[in-house]
């Protein structure tokens, strides 16, 4: 059978044809890379000019309302300002140096180093110390919630309700309540606050030094030591009828209010209605030192029966005398900074606790079991295998707390309003900003914003860098 011209014989190669495909597609395949290649760093068939076209309006709005402001504050801190707030004159960088040397100004500066030292890290800890605890509790997820709901409340909100559980006029707030309790459940409080001696003829001292007779008494003689000042309408339970003393062995006496409801009666004697104080403290006092001490009934008697021969001075010390506590100043000048980071630490908390439980969720529970199991303990798994694994995510919580702490403004400007006189004391750098721009001071107002600006840079880029790390 002859083979048709042109045709290759059987079981030989198609050379022509196979040319011909090797070159058609090598044609093909250039062509192809010519017009579809995608650029580097692009998506195939993408037009760039469409993309700057969709993101023109958003260029727009940011340099409208971020890059012009920026600029022109640059430029206007390097001028004062006339009373009325324009533009007087080029100083240079004179602005930034009163930043420093304001004594209110500075004292914002101060303020916010505190912040940024203590802030960030004590929100981290409790944050860590949360996410930890929220592992081995059953109902994890609500707790979570519970600690995270202050980040949905407004800051505005927050430091109104702060005020009122600060609050020590004129009426006593949540902490001062709390604070009494844990006070007057450890320490004994003052029996009679109020009273004071009748008749500075028996009587010389003080609240704080205590009340000292000026006479001396032998033993056998019954002493009088008549005081008032008692809550007569309301009288403690610890008082009742007062006894007039008898003459015995040692000294003995009575100490009572020598005054009754409706007035009558004999000053310095003891009459009917009048209260002896129960549970005073008495000290015989001889040559200026305490040789004895006793509490006195509640009907106002006390004796010392041990004192059989000199004269003695008796005593009432300051103990039983003097306001009792009522809490503390929390918006005082030394309270108000830590308050007010309380708050911000009531806030924030949450946000820690989720960023770094999501973090131990993605630790390999195969590593903390088999460390479990070759006998380690809690804390040896805790500081050798999960403290290191979140380290990149304590990171990122602790740089993001530093930013907002930078900013903090709303929080201290809230709780100034009701600190009263204490209230520059607590100045932040964006508080002062604000109220230099409301005094017309705008170059100064100016160079704070800048200043801001710069703080917050740095640790922004940290975590823009952390964040393209951890993508790659």
């Known amino acids: 059978m002859s083979v048709a011209e042109g045709e290759p014989a059987a ?11 090797e070159a058609e597609r090598r044609t093909t395949g250039r062509g192809a890379r010519r017009r579809h290649a995608p ?4 998506a195939p068939g993408e037009r760039r000019w469409l993309a700057w076209l969709f993101l023109l309006p958003a260029i727009v709005m940011l340099g409208a309302i971020l890059l012009y402001p920026l600029i022109y504050s640059i430029v206007r801190s390097l001028f004062s300002d006339t009373p009325t707030g324009a533009v007087r004159s080029f100083v240079g960088l004179h602005n930034y140096g009163a930043i420093f040397t304001d004594s209110r100004s500075l004292q914002a500066v101060k303020n916010n180093v505190y912040w940024i030292v203590v802030v960030p890290t004590l929100i981290t800890i409790v944050g860590l110390i949360f996410a930890v605890l929220t592992e081995r509790i059953r109902w994890s997820a609500v707790f979570k919630t ?14 109104i309700t702060f005020s009122l559980i600060y609050a020590d006029q004129p009426t006593r707030g949540l902490g001062n309540a709390v604070a009494i309790g844990i006070h007057d459940t ?3 409080s003052h029996p009679y606050p109020s009273v004071h001696p009748r008749d500075t003829a028996v009587f010389g001292g003080s609240p704080k030094a205590g009340y000292t007779t000026h006479q001396s008494y032998p033993a056998g003689s ?3 030591l008549p005081v008032v000042g008692l809550n007569l309408t309301h009288p403690p339970s610890s008082t009742a009828q007062a006894t007039a003393p008898t003459s015995g062995t040692g000294i003995s006496g009575v100490v009572w209010n020598d005054f009754r409801l409706g007035g009558g009666g004999k000053p310095g004697a003891v009459d009917l209605g009048e209260r002896g104080l129960g549970g005073m403290p008495v000290q015989a006092v001889q040559n200026g030192k305490v040789v004895a001490s006793t509490t006195s009934a509640s009907n106002g008697q006390f004796s010392f029966p041990s004192l059989n021969s000199g004269s003695y001075q008796l005593r009432l010390p300051s103990s039983a005398f003097g306001q009792p506590f009522n809490g503390y100043s929390w918006l005082g000048a030394s309270l108000i900074t830590p308050a007010i980071m309380v708050v911000y630490l009531w806030i924030y908390a949450g946000f820690a606790m989720v960023l770094i439980a999501a973090g131990m969720a993605a630790i390999p ?12 303990t809690e804390w040896q798994v805790f500081r050798r295998i999960t403290a290191p694994l979140l380290a ?6 602790f740089v993001t707390l530093a930013i907002n702490v930078l900013k903090v403004f709303d929080v201290v400007y809230v709780l100034q309003q009701v600190a009263g006189g204490s209230a520059g004391v607590a100045d932040v750098l964006a508080v002062t900003l604000f109220r230099d721009f409301g005094n017309q001071q705008y170059g100064l107002a100016s160079a704070i914003g ?4 710069l703080l917050v840079v740095p640790a922004m880029i940290l975590n823009i860098r952390r964040f393209r790390r951890d993508q790659t």
């Open 11 to 21: 079981g030989a190669p198609a050379v022509g044809s196979s040319v011909l495909l």
């Open 39 to 42: 650029r580097p760093g692009g």
């Open 146 to 159: 519970v600690l995270f709901m202050p980040m949905a409340i407004s800051a505005l909100a927050s430091g």
């Open 186 to 188: 450890f320490s004994s």
């Open 222 to 224: 019954p002493v009088l």
């Open 365 to 376: 529970r195969d590593a903390l079991e088999a460390a479990r199991v070759d006998g380690a």
């Open 392 to 397: 990149p995510v304590l990171v990122v919580v």
């Open 450 to 453: 800048v200043l801001l600006v």
